[in-house]
């Protein structure tokens, strides 16, 4: 092999010496070497035995051979490690490949949510540990504070029992005789020793000496007196709180008093006398705060402020107690002047800064007194049409400039003035607002008044006057379909009924039946019969339903109107069932124009508020004959409603007045059929009258009281009200009684949640949350849950998610007994519907729900407001004479704001309303036997 060089620039140069050939062909392998792994010809050891080879043997050509050898042996091994790279080279490709056509599961969303719950548990874990460090501190504040301060107080008594000591001793010490210090003599020379004799002092110092010991006994009978007076905690409180407000407010202990505090001189340089016997009055009022803390505060002293204004309190009076009994005793006192100064200014300030916030508290009181009174003004004037007893009248007036002159003198007179005129203005644009949406002008267009008098026969004079006047004349084939199509309109109450819910709403109304089961059978009944009739018997079987609607719809449209009307003959013409039945079998009847001159014909007659529901029928021309057939049946029951209630009103004066007399025969005959007995009313009445002592039971008043006494523990009270529970006298006004405690059963439910939210929130219990209250009770209790009433009070303040867990948690005690009284009143409305609509008599014994033992309460503050809201009803009840009632009445607000519940004044005055209108007119109807069980009772007390 030729081992030379084979560069192309030296083929034809001459063989360089050994020595050089060695020096080249190094270079030349050194240049060519690429592999970080060298093989063996890169060693030393190679080199070193080639170029001895060399210079032994004679140069390169002796060796050529080996060279060869060792050469190709390196270029295999070259081969071998490029294979195998290459090899390796394709395999990292191939896995590559393979990882990058695999598809991978993208788990970053995973990942962020992981990270996210991991980062909100650690800040709640942060949150928790500084929550806890806070309260920690925040406790430790607290029991360093109240260490600090008793031990104050121990350091402070402890001073006050050494000054005391110290004082006594000194008095002790001064009133000791003792001889003037000498040196001492001999016995025998003392007895020689003549009295010295007394120095006559001039007029100027004797006067000087008389004049200090008048200034030193003043202050000693200037505290007698007023300890004298009685003023002191430990005497005002064996007192009433009534007899301590009379003991302050005479002019003897306010001028002992104000002796005391400038004998003290804790008035200062105050000259205006007006000013210091304001300031005399708040002195006394802390030892009224202090002797009387439940009487005096709102809050029994329970609120913070007031807790610092009973401590402020205490801490001056001890002090002014202890300085005048040193004065009365002629010692110095332990408090200097200028802390008894320091200790009043203190009080005086947490003193007007407490009533500054009690004042906005009353005054809105007082204010709502105001309102409520001048809404039972206007409410007498429009039930009464302007004769209002003047008795009355002049009660509420009087009660209302009281109230004025009292909001004059807390807030002034401009702001007085103006808040009870926005006030004023607010609740009549409401009221005038609400009756306006409640009282829609049903009065039909067409309608003549007919006057009812109730003379001589009241059964017969309270039939609706809406009966129908005349039998229809019915053909044979439709007699029987007219009559299943009336059974589909509204059927009214037993006369009796009406009567008596006259009595008690003068503008009662019917309202449309209500679509119960029975009646929705029965109109799925009636269509699936007429579409099944037309479809199978021709134009035979639909002339004979077309003339059967042509009756009942003539029938009743010509009960709407009067003969004299216009449409009187345009009626009778128009809906002739023979000429439409045969226009129907000669198929030339158009529907469309029957249905459309119908609904010209009713917009001519029906009211007002029935124009809409008039004009969507006319319009619907999507609908079939049948569809449309019934949408006008109930067009004209609404009519005919309206007819019946406008019937009613004329009627309602002469109801009202003679009512009461078909009510007593009626009660009367079910007594002689032994219909039912006395013996629930003599219970009832027994019972109430144990709860009612201390007046003559001969009274009218006893007898009210009585009467209020066990209407309201018949509603009111926190056990399962049933039907057997309830006296003869009442049974008509079963369901307006569980109308009663069911709404009211709500209203403690709401008004007990938001006394418990206020106080978990520390908040003032008697804080208006009017928007509160009133969405609470806008919600309809039997289609909400525990978690909307919460989110409803959340809307509108924050609380931590222990306060909200605890919220729960209470209503879901609290909502069931509400819930359930609901219930029982639904269930109860829906079996008197369904009687009257069958033409059977309602019993209300045989079908007690099963809520009946579950509408109670169980929850500690709701049996508080409910026993305490009973003994409201029953104060208001329970009131004979005017000015009682007055007074009563414009007390409502600060009562109810007593009992936690200050935005329910509207929503109690108006339970109370229907309360007392059923008490007048029970015993309007039933005096009879209420005197006779009222009569054998007394006499079986007396025995």
């Not at 004998?263 to 105050?270: F, M, P, Q, S, V």
């Not at 005399?280 to 030892?287: D, T």
């Not at 409640?438 to 039939?463: F, G, Q």
């Not at 449309?628 to 109801?655: G, M």
Request: aromatic content about 6%; proline content about 3%.
């Amino acid at each position: 092999m030729d081992t030379t060089n084979h560069d192309p620039a030296q083929a034809g140069a001459p063989p360089a010496p050994a020595r050089l050939a060695a020096r080249l062909q190094r270079r030349s392998n050194s240049r060519r070497r690429s592999s970080a792994h060298s093989s063996r010809r890169s060693s030393i050891s190679s080199l070193h035995s080639r170029a001895s080879t060399l210079s032994c043997h004679g140069g390169p050509y002796s060796t050529h051979i080996a060279q060869h050898l060792r050469r190709a042996s390196i270029i295999e091994n070259r081969k071998a490690r490029l294979a195998e790279r290459a090899a390796h080279a394709e395999q990292v490709r191939l896995r590559a490949a393979a990882a990058k056509a695999t598809p991978k599961s993208s788990n970053s969303e995973e990942k962020a949510l992981a990270a996210q719950a991991a980062r909100e548990k650690l800040l709640a874990e942060i949150t928790a540990r500084c929550e806890e460090e806070v309260r920690r501190a925040k406790r430790i504040a607290e029991e360093t504070k109240e260490r600090k301060a008793a031990e104050h107080a121990r350091l402070r008594d402890e001073m006050a029992e050494r000054h005391a000591d110290a004082a006594k001793r000194r008095s002790n010490y001064q009133m000791n005789f003792r001889r003037p210090r000498t040196t001492s003599l001999a016995a025998v020379e003392e007895k020689k020793i003549e009295p010295e004799e007394l120095r006559k002092m001039s007029q100027d110092a004797a006067a000087k000496v008389i004049q200090r010991a008048w200034r030193l006994s003043q202050p000693r009978r200037i505290a007698s007196a007023f300890l004298k007076a009685g003023i002191s905690v430990e005497t005002l409180k064996g007192l009433d709180f009534e007899d301590v407000t009379k003991l302050i407010s005479t002019e003897a202990t306010m001028t002992a008093t104000m002796r005391l505090v400038k004998c003290l001189g804790i008035l200062g340089h105050e000259t205006d006398e007006n000013a210091r016997r304001g300031a005399v009055r708040v002195f006394l009022g802390a030892f009224m705060v202090v002797a009387h803390p439940v009487q005096a505060f709102s809050h029994g002293g329970k609120e913070p402020q007031e807790q610092d204004l009973i401590a402020k309190g205490q801490a001056l009076v001890t002090a002014v107690e202890t300085t005048a009994a040193a004065l009365g005793e002629d010692v110095k006192p332990s408090a200097t002047f200028d802390e008894l100064q320091l200790l009043f200014k203190d009080f005086t300030s947490a003193f007007h800064a407490w009533k500054t916030q009690d004042l906005g508290i009353l005054a809105d009181v007082m204010v709502g007194s105001f309102v409520n009174l001048d809404l039972i003004i206007q409410s007498t004037k429009e039930e009464r049409e302007g004769n209002v007893a003047d008795e009355y009248l002049q009660a509420i007036r009087t009660e209302q400039t009281k109230i004025l002159v009292r909001l004059k003198r807390l807030i002034g007179h401009d702001k007085a003035m103006d808040r009870i005129r926005k006030a004023v203005r607010k609740a009549r644009r409401d009221r005038a607002a609400e009756r306006s949406k409640e009282s829609v002008e049903h009065v039909p267009r067409a309608s003549t008044p007919v006057e009812m008098e109730i003379d001589n026969a009241p059964s017969a004079l309270l039939t609706p006057p809406a009966t129908p006047s005349r039998e229809i004349q019915r053909s044979e084939e439709a007699s029987s379909f007219v009559n299943r199509l009336g059974l589909t309109m509204t059927v009214l109450p037993p006369n009796r009924e009406i009567a008596h819910e006259i009595q008690i709403n003068g503008t009662y109304e019917v309202q449309q039946q209500p679509w119960t089961d029975a009646r929705k059978d029965l109109m799925e009944a009636l269509r699936h019969g007429m579409r099944k009739s037309i479809q199978s018997g021709g134009l035979q079987a639909e002339s004979a339903w077309t003339r059967s609607m042509v009756i009942l719809v003539k029938d009743k449209l010509m009960n709407l109107v009067s003969q004299r009307h216009p449409l009187h003959d345009r009626i009778d013409t128009f809906l002739d069932a023979t000429l439409i039945e045969q226009q129907v079998q000669k198929g030339i009847f158009v529907y469309n124009d029957f249905f459309l001159t119908l609904a010209n014909m009713v917009k001519q007659i029906c009211s007002p508020g029935r124009d809409e529901i008039v004009r969507q029928f006319s319009d619907d021309n999507s609908s079939d004959t049948i569809e449309r057939l019934f949408n006008l049946i109930n067009i004209l029951d609404l009519l005919t409603l309206d007819h019946i209630n406008f019937q009613f009103r004329l009627a309602s004066k002469s109801v009202i007045e003679r009512g009461h007399e078909h009510e007593h025969l009626m009660f009367e005959k079910d007594l002689e059929a032994r219909v039912h007995g006395l013996e629930h009313m003599e219970s009832w009445w027994t019972n109430a009258r144990r709860g009612i002592s201390g007046a003559n039971p001969n009274t009218s008043a006893y007898a009210n009281a009585v009467y209020a006494r066990a209407l309201t523990d018949l509603v009111f009270s926190n056990n399962p009200f049933t039907y057997e529970h309830l006296p003869e006298t009442l049974r008509l006004d079963y369901i307006r009684l569980l109308k009663v405690r069911a709404r009211t059963f709500h209203v403690v439910a709401v008004a007990s949640t938001l006394l418990t939210s206020k106080i978990r929130l520390r908040r003032n219990r008697e804080a208006l949350w009017s928007k509160e209250a009133e969405r609470l009770m806008k919600v309809d209790i039997l289609c909400t849950d525990v978690a909307s009433i919460v989110r409803q009070i959340e809307s509108g303040h924050m609380m931590p998610d222990s306060t909200k867990s605890g919220l729960l948690d209470f209503v879901s005690r609290v909502l069931p007994a509400a819930v359930n009284a609901a219930k029982k009143l639904k269930t109860a409305e829906q079996e008197h519907w369904e009687a009257i609509q069958e033409r059977r008599e309602y019993d209300a014994a045989s079908g007690q729900p099963e809520a009946d033992k579950t509408d109670v309460f169980s929850e500690q503050v709701a049996m508080f407001i409910l026993k305490s809201l009973k003994e409201h009803f029953f104060y208001r009840l329970a009131a004979s004479s005017t000015a009682e009632k007055v007074r009563v009445t414009s007390g409502a607000p600060e009562t109810l704001a007593r009992i936690g519940m200050p935005e329910f004044v509207a929503e109690v005055g108006g339970i109370v309303d229907v309360l007392d209108r059923v008490k007048t007119v029970d015993l309007k109807a039933h005096e009879k036997w209420y005197d006779q069980i009222a009569t054998e009772s007394n006499e079986a007390a007396v025995t």
